[in-house]
Every structure is written in structure tokens, then in C-alpha cells.
């Protein structure tokens, strides 16, 4: 295999050595958690010294964030891919949940973007982040409208809800494991009933239809 320049001097170098820093990042983040990640571990495990590594993120956060908006772009394309063109609310709240937490770290990495994130990164960065941000879910939102009988609108609210939702389902996997023999039958039965992929395709397929009902009640669009 060809060794790559010690330099990257090209655009498509730069991307292509950014994308290898992303990635060690995403390996660095599963490794050793959100607390522990830093600059000089990133650096030796993507290869380069520290100094390169300022030449393309600014903080470790920027890294981050930018590992972020890869995790978002990634799930945002599974969701077009695998979401079928005639689309029930369950079948749709099912996927939302698995797409995201096939995504490794999509989840932590949200769960600290607007409490410590996004306030260690340079204003700028923040700005085209978001921007980017809203442009792949609006993006989305129209892709899937159709697929979901919704108006792009709704359908943007309800991508921005569901979100917000899946975070929180996703606390009720952080306890201790009880899928033990051990483990009394109602209470196994218990955490199934409030695992995060059970508790979030309930409520999802209600606030999905609280907002297809307000669409239809807008609209003059009453169902018979």
C-alpha cells in the first residue's frame, strides 16, 4: 500500500486527512468516553502530531461537533435509504430509533451538543454548524414528507421532536444490565416495558399523530 504524504498539500489530501482524523476520533470517543477524549490521544491515534491536528480543529469540541454533523449526515442517509415510500407511524418510530442507534456515538455526542459542545467552539464554526445542521433535517423533513403523509413542515417538526424524545428514551438504557436468570420475571418484564426502543415507539407514533391531527385541523383537512 502506498504511504500517504507526511504533508497533506491538496484539497482532496486535506479532506481525505480529515476524514482519517474523524475517524480515529470516532474510534478514540468509543474507547475512552466523553470526558477522557483529548487532542494529544487523537493525535497519536491518527498519526499525526499535535500541531497538524490544530491545523484542521480548533478544540477538542470542534472535533467533536464536526464528528457530530458525520454522525447526523450518516443516520439522515439511512433514513432516506430505508424508509419505504408509503410509511405507517409505528414502522416509521421503529426505524427513527435503530437508524440513530446504529449510529455509534450519534447519541452522546447529541446529548452534550447544546450544554458543553457548542460553547467551546468559535462563533463562526457554531454558525455554519447549525446551518448545516438545519439544511440536512430540512433536507430530510422534504424527502420523507410523502412518505409520511405530512407537509415538509410537520414533518421537520416532528424529525426535531422525535429527536428530542429519543434522547431521553435513551437514559432508560444507562441502568445496570437485568437480563440475568436471576432476575425475577416481572421485573424483566418491567425493563422490557421501559427499554428505550419500547418506550420511544410509543409515545413517537402519539406525537406523530398529534401532529398529523393539528396538520388536518389547520388545514380544514378533517378525516371522516
Not at 470526558?35 to 477538542?60: D, I, N, W
Not at 446529548?111 to 454548524?129: G, Q
Not at 403523509?149 to 428530542?164: D, F, K, R, S, T
Not at 444490565?177 to 428505550?196: A, E, K, N, W
Amino acid at each position: 500500500m502506498t504511504a500517504r504524504p507526511q504533508r497533506a498539500r491538496s484539497t482532496a489530501q486535506k479532506q481525505l486527512r480529515r476524514a482519517d482524523i474523524l475517524d480515529a476520533a470516532d474510534r478514540h470517543l468509543t474507547e475512552v468516553g466523553f470526558e477522557a477524549f483529548s487532542m494529544a490521544s487523537l493525535g497519536r491515534l491518527a498519526g499525526v502530531a499535535k500541531g497538524t491536528l490544530y491545523l484542521y480543529f480548533e478544540t477538542r469540541e470542534d472535533v467533536l461537533l464536526a464528528l457530530f454533523i458525520a454522525k447526523l449526515d450518516a443516520w439522515r442517509s439511512a433514513m432516506e435509504e430505508h424508509t419505504p415510500a408509503r410509511d405507517t407511524d409505528a414502522a416509521f418510530a421503529q426505524r427513527f430509533h435503530a437508524e440513530a442507534s446504529a449510529q455509534a456515538n450519534l447519541l452522546p455526542l447529541m446529548a452534550r451538543l447544546d450544554s458543553v459542545i457548542e460553547h467551546n467552539v468559535t462563533l463562526p464554526t457554531l454558525i455554519a454548524a447549525k446551518r448545516r445542521m438545519d439544511a440536512t433535517l430540512r433536507d430530510l423533513a422534504g424527502i420523507l414528507a410523502p412518505r409520511l403523509a405530512l407537509p415538509p413542515g410537520a414533518m421537520l417538526e416532528a424529525i426535531h421532536v422525535l429527536g428530542a424524545l429519543l434522547l431521553g428514551a435513551a437514559q432508560m438504557d444507562a441502568g445496570p444490565c437485568l437480563d440475568s436468570p436471576d432476575i425475577p420475571r416481572d421485573v424483566r418484564q418491567i425493563v422490557t416495558r421501559f427499554s428505550s426502543d419500547e418506550l420511544f415507539t410509543r409515545n413517537a407514533v402519539r406525537i406523530l399523530d398529534g401532529i398529523r391531527h393539528d396538520t388536518h385541523t389547520e388545514t380544514g383537512d378533517h378525516a371522516t
